[in-house]
């Protein structure tokens, strides 16, 4: 019988970040993190060990920060409870006070005849896939992409940098569709054709063929892709079957349902990351948001109120702030779309702008930005949302847009932000795209009040 005080299940960035939150704010307590396996991979920087990183090792979680903060780190898999008792693979039983379950997502496949041939893969977050996944594309040259959400994005960017054949398909009509309004949408499927792939949208997948290794990909209207790899990149889905097996009660979205602090139904057991269901931030909607930065963000809060409420939650909800970057376009998102908010029945007005992230233009490293802003209109004139398109610069200023929304700026208090800015780093003053856009925001508001 082992006896530990903190139990948390998981060792990804929401149980990795939830064990130095938990020793900062209780040192006296004992902390142990369980994981199924040796290594722990970075999950963002999984499409990158194909061609940007070396190898898959260049790609993981070091352990240093949990040995040097005396957090116990055991490798198994967690998968009965007893009594309060946690029971792993290998037979040991673990006593805990608190439990937190950062038990993450798997990938999601697809119910389609040849699924399951050799040569079709869904991208899984573990270090042994990966480094056998990198070694089979050595022998391919024809890859079709079943998905056009970021992950099949980054990924075909990476394989055509090995110069792949690649092709995406996606059943909706836009590829990032889910995350982007239309026009961001075009840039993105532009620049994807001008890397080198092949764009298939508005058609479903029916089937793969092939006898044993899989030699063509069937779509809905009968077209046939020639194909020696397919990639399966149709989004993930929470891991629940522990929280199923302690009672918890399961949310709307089919993550594990938990209230502002990460508590779950048991006042003793926390869910953080991909397991845990995510609110909305405007319409407190259930959402099944998986991201490494709002995983980490509940570690955080989760670690800091495991025994009492230390660390007060001032955000309502989830954003869902998130960037990506292929080729040489990056793009970023925060709060609504416009068409989030037309679905939820926003009043609302749109701002837009276009600026170079550097000034003068010419210099070397300069890209042109994009920028959409969304307000509420007419009454209270607070930021809803933003989508950014440019260069390397649109990370930040993506993070920027989620501060801005989390505290409820209204346009005229970012009409009047006071902003540093400087040749190298930033667009021109008389030209910052958030506010130029929220400039145009402001004006299209008036005229419409009139």
């Not at 996944?133 to 990476?158: H, Q, T, Y």
């Not at 029916?206 to 020639?226: A, M, P, R, W, Y």
């Not at 891991?239 to 097996?245: D, S």
């Not at 991909?274 to 948001?289: G, N, P, V, W």
Request: hydrophobic share 40%.
């Amino acid at each position: 019988m082992e006896k530990t005080d903190v139990l948390i299940v998981g060792g990804g960035p929401a149980g990795f970040t939830c064990a130095l939150s938990a020793r900062n704010i209780y040192p006296q307590k004992k902390i142990t993190l369980i994981r199924k396996n040796k290594t722990a991979t970075i999950p963002c920087g999984v499409p990158y060990i194909i061609s940007t990183l070396k190898k898959p090792e260049d790609n993981i979680f070091s352990d240093k920060p949990l040995v040097d903060n005396n957090i116990d780190i055991m490798v198994d898999d967690v998968i009965d409870f007893q009594g309060g008792k946690a029971v792993t693979a290998t037979g040991k039983k673990i006593e805990y006070e608190k439990l937190v379950l950062a038990t993450g997502s798997r990938s999601k496949s697809l119910p389609i005849i040849g699924a399951k041939l050799d040569g079709v893969y869904t991208i899984k977050k573990d270090f042994d896939f990966l480094k056998e996944f990198k070694r089979k594309l050595k022998d391919v040259n024809d890859i079709v992409i079943v998905g056009g959400g970021f992950i099949g994005f980054e990924v075909a960017d990476e394989l055509l940098k090995l110069d792949k054949k690649v092709t995406i398909v996606e059943v909706a009509e836009h590829c990032l569709g889910f995350a982007f309004d239309d026009e961001f949408c075009e840039l993105a499927e532009d620049e994807m054709r001008n890397l080198g792939a092949d764009i298939i949208t508005g058609k479903k997948v029916e089937g793969i063929q092939g006898k044993n290794q899989l030699s063509s990909v069937v779509l809905d209207d009968k077209t046939k892709l020639n194909a020696d790899m397919v990639i399966i990149s149709v989004g993930y889905k929470p891991n629940i079957e522990l929280a199923e097996k302690l009672g918890l009660r399961i949310g709307e979205s089919g993550a594990i349902w938990v209230n502002e602090y990460l508590r779950t139904s048991n006042q003793n057991v926390f869910a953080v990351g991909d397991c845990a269901e995510k609110k909305e931030f405007f319409s407190r909607d259930a959402m099944k948001l998986m991201l490494a930065s709002t995983a980490m963000a509940e570690g955080r809060l989760a670690g800091s109120n495991l025994y009492n409420l230390k660390v007060v939650r001032e955000f309502k909800g989830t954003l869902g702030t998130f960037s990506t970057r292929f080729g040489n376009l990056s793009l970023g998102e925060s709060g609504l779309t416009e068409k989030k908010a037309k679905r939820l029945g926003f009043g609302y007005v749109v701002g837009n702008a276009e600026a170079v992230d550097r000034h003068p233009g010419k210099i070397k490293d300069a890209s042109k930005l994009k920028v959409k802003l969304i307000f509420s209109s007419p009454y209270s004139h607070t930021l809803l949302g933003g989508q950014i398109a440019g260069g390397k610069s649109v990370g930040e200023m993506t993070n920027i847009l989620s501060v801005m929304i989390q505290k409820g700026l209204k346009d005229i208090e970012i009409d009047t932000l006071q902003i540093g800015t400087h040749p190298l780093l930033t667009s021109s003053p008389i030209a910052y795209p958030i506010i130029k856009a929220t400039v145009d925001a402001i004006l299209k508001g008036t005229k419409q009040s009139q």
